[in-house]
């Protein structure tokens, strides 16, 4: 490894690093605008300039562009090098407007920092400056284009990092432009990231405009859950609101960057219509009232009918600490449950996925990187998790090959080989290309149950001969790939594909492969649901217990089923024969409506919460504020009430694990929070995964990768006549598959204003054989018979998409949940063209 010497302090670092590099590895901050970490270096801006005293390169040089070579003697503040920067600095000064006091950058900005460290604070230059005309980019950011110093950050993320193309440069030399074609909303789900990547003003957060300053916020570190990767945030918080929301560094998770969903996603806690009174039939009470009533009813119920009359439904939103004392109630009370998904086919498919999560086998998404071939099987990353897709972005940047298995029309923001087939064909096709990735040569010490799972798996014949030249080309990077990494939804997908997908990962392993696998989980917290999830529980059981009579009281923490139940009929009908309903919550939903006992909850950013991410990572997020009104409800746009007193207006609100406490336990929430102490002591001694869980405080930063694998679950198991029936495949009716979008679908971030903004209309997919088949053309709007009525919904006609198959979104405009089981399948004829 190089030795390098700058300002007489001598650093030895890793080949290929850049001098600005080892600079900041000691503490030294070479001015830079153009340089970013995760972008590179460009040399574009010129003002990282060093003078370079001895080595293979003399005088001075621009440290972003040079790699550290030992016998480098380097100074930062050589007299030459000094008067460069600054000269620079007056150079990208020249045009730049003084609009710091109104620009929401001012407090934070790179180029107040840079010029006031670089001497300049005088302008010499009298002539008019040059101006550009602002573009109209969407909800998301504001674009001030006389602000630009031509550093090309933004163009080089959204082009070369994300990858898409409707942003760049335009025009040249002093004239550059960086903008769109044309005023427009920006198409990329990370637009949000310009805001922080820009070193000044031209992007700002538009929601977030004139707000405040960053030294007025309350700026703690937070993640994000609004999907299951479990991304680094920072929060900033003001007035008890949270104000704004963006990305944190994290080595092993996000990187540098997050998408617009988890940026903006935030708004659930600051809503107009968030409940903050407890509630006891509609009226509002004390909450010590409506604790005290939710316990005598409970209390009275058991009494009558017995523990196992009580059910408990919680939530893959909720913190460890909520899931928790729901599975520590049931387990002290003999209450049913905890349920925290809405079907036995998911709460499989989660737990599953959690127990074949082996250590050797879990990669992080910053390791996904890394990747020289992914598989990715039921998942659409854009829409699920759309940092996931970024993730894959970077590793074929880098020259991995992605290959997808889905029936879905995919969209991806790089090139990637698609094999739309249906839900019956996925296990089939996975299987068949992982064996033609393989050296049979490579696995003959591989174990016997290795090698039977070869030889009986099925080869590319299977294949539809119009995607067999595909699939052989995908077979052939398989096989030339070394780090290849499995990713497997588990929300579309059959019971048995999260398992197989980790039968073929260990089986690459087995071939001398550096395989990885990377599952996709529901929600944030998924995978804490599916530690404490009982197997033989899920919502739908709960929901026939309450149809038999035998449940009479339900409790339901942190969930909406009226947002995610696929039968709504049912479940109104269900809910009206409980004798209790009480529901925990922090924001506004048809079950807070309907509930007897109403308990309003504090938010993560209220709050705090242990998480545990699709990969295993236990992280925690501290809390952000104290929580309470915000003083812009409070006061209505005003001056807030000159009212003063010693509590905080909505300041009544607890962590729902608070409060179920106090209903199961009686407990009296103290100020030192005991019970998030002994909920953890709870948690190390019931869930062996969590038996080593460090302190709170210690999760902030990285978390705490946990081994979650279960020994006893069969391996190599796969039925594949079975299989292969399933996958024949027939001209028989079309398979309705809900699926998520990027917005619109995923409950706490459709609170979002800006991010409504955003949202498509929903529609139905349909492959063009079929829609031909039914007479339909794109755009038309179809009458689609389901059994609790009929849904009539636009019509998008794709070719890159499974025939067979009708897609649908769970959208909240979409009035989908009229489907009594699943998987739900239609006839053509029960599909019509709506005319008119």
């Not at 077979?475 to 790939?481: K, P, T």
Request: hydrophobic share 40%; net charge negative; glycine share 8%.
């Amino acid at each position: 490894m190089p030795k390098i010497i700058i300002d007489d302090r001598e650093i030895e670092v890793p080949e290929g690093t850049k001098v600005i590099e080892a600079a900041e590895q000691l503490g030294i901050m070479i001015p830079r605008f153009c340089y970013h970490p995760a972008l590179g270096s460009v040399g574009a801006c010129r003002v990282c300039a060093v003078k370079f005293l001895e080595g293979p390169f003399k005088g001075v040089q621009m440290s972003c562009m040079i790699d550290a070579k030992d016998g480098m003697i380097v100074s930062t503040n050589d007299e030459e090098a000094v008067e460069f920067r600054r000269n620079i600095i007056e150079w990208l000064m020249l045009n730049h407007p003084h609009d710091c006091p109104v620009c929401d950058e001012g407090g934070h900005c790179l180029l107040q920092d840079m010029t006031v460290s670089g001497g300049h604070g005088m302008r010499r230059y009298l002539g008019l400056k040059r101006t550009y005309r602002d573009q109209y980019l969407g909800p998301l950011v504001q674009h001030e284009m006389n602000r630009c110093i031509h550093c090309y950050r933004c163009s080089r993320f959204y082009q070369e990092f994300a990858g898409y193309f409707d942003l760049g440069v335009m025009q040249s030399a002093n004239r550059t432009y960086f903008g769109r074609f044309k005023d427009g909303i920006l198409e990329s789900p990370f637009t949000g990231n310009l805001s922080d990547i820009c070193p000044t003003g031209v992007y700002t957060d538009r929601p977030s405009r004139f707000f405040g300053r960053r030294w007025d916020y309350q700026r703690s570190p937070s993640l994000c859950i609004n999907c299951s990767l479990g991304c680094h945030t920072t929060v900033s918080a003001r007035y008890r609101q949270v104000v704004r929301q963006e990305a944190r560094y994290s080595e092993a998770v996000n990187g540098y960057f997050i998408c617009d969903r988890g940026r903006h996603g935030f708004h659930y806690a600051r809503t107009e219509t968030r409940p903050w009174q407890a509630l006891i039939e509609g009226r509002e009470v004390p909450t010590e009232g409506a604790v005290r009533a939710a316990r005598e009813r409970l209390a009275e119920i058991v009494s009558s009918g017995g523990p196992r009359s009580v059910a408990c439904l919680g939530s893959g939103r909720s913190s460890l600490e909520t899931q928790a004392m729901l599975g520590q109630l049931c387990q002290k009370k003999g209450w049913q449950g905890p349920s925290y998904f809405m079907d036995k086919s998911l709460t499989g498919k989660a737990k599953t996925a959690v127990s074949r999560l082996d250590p050797e086998l879990a990669v992080s998404l910053r390791e996904l990187e890394g990747s020289d071939a992914i598989v990715v099987v039921g998942a659409d990353p854009i829409n699920e998790a759309p940092m996931l897709a970024l993730a894959m972005r970077q590793a074929q940047r880098r020259g991995g090959k992605i290959a997808v298995i889905d029936p879905r029309p995919i969209f991806l923001p790089f090139d990637f080989n698609h094999l739309p087939v249906r839900l019956d064909e996925i296990n089939l096709y996975l299987s068949a290309l992982v064996k033609a990735a393989v050296d049979p040569e490579l696995i003959v010490d591989a174990g016997k149950d290795a090698i039977e799972f070869y030889q009986e798996a099925p080869s590319l014949e299977i294949v539809a001969a119009s995607l067999q030249e595909k699939a052989s080309i995908l077979a052939q990077e398989l096989r030339a790939g070394q780090r290849v990494v499995i990713v497997c939804g588990t929300q579309i997908v059959r019971e048995t594909t999260p398992a197989l997908a980790a039968d073929h990962a260990k089986f690459l392993r087995a071939a001398k492969k550096q395989a990885g696998l990377f599952y996709l989980l529901p929600q944030a917290n998924s995978f804490g649901a599916a530690l404490l999830a009982s197997s033989e529980v899920s919502f739908l059981e709960i929901i026939q217990g309450v149809e038999k009579g035998e449940i009479k009281g339900l409790i339901v923490a942190e969930n909406d089923p009226f947002y995610s139940f696929h039968d709504r009929q049912r479940l109104e009908l269900a809910i009206e024969k409980l004798d209790l309903l009480v529901v925990l919550d922090c924001i506004e939903s048809t079950a807070v409506k309907k509930a007897n006992v109403f308990l309003p909850t504090s938010t993560l950013y209220e709050a705090g919460g242990i998480f545990i991410n699709q990969e295993g990572r236990v992280q925690a997020a501290p809390r952000a504020y104290l929580g309470g009104i915000s003083i812009a409800q409070i006061g209505g746009g005003d001056h807030p009430p000159r009212v003063y007193g010693s509590d905080i207006p909505g300041g009544e609100l607890r962590a729902a694990y608070q409060f179920l406490s106090q209903i199961g336990n009686g407990d009296q929430i103290e100020d030192d929070d005991p019970t998030r102490r002994s909920l953890l002591r709870w948690i190390a001694d019931n869930i062996p995964p969590l038996a080593e869980i460090p302190p709170f405080d210690e999760l902030s930063e990285n978390g705490m990768r946990i081994s979650s694998s279960n020994d006893t679950s069969p391996q190599f198991a796969v039925n594949w006549q079975e299989e292969k029936e399933k996958g024949k495949g027939s001209e028989g009716p079309l398979e309705i598959i809900l699926t998520d979008w990027t917005f619109g679908t995923e409950e706490l971030s459709s609170f979002s204003p800006p991010l409504m903004k955003l949202e498509r209309k929903p529609y139905a997919s349909m492959h063009t054989d079929d829609a031909a088949r039914l007479g339909l053309g794109h755009g038309d709007k179809a009458k689609i018979k389901l059994d609790e009525g009929n849904l009539e919904v636009d019509v998008c006609i794709e070719e890159n998409m499974a025939s067979g198959v009708v897609i649908l979104p769970r959208h909240r405009l979409l009035e989908w949940q009229k489907i009594k089981s699943l998987p739900k399948f239609v006839r053509f004829e029960e599909i019509e063209k709506v005319s008119g």
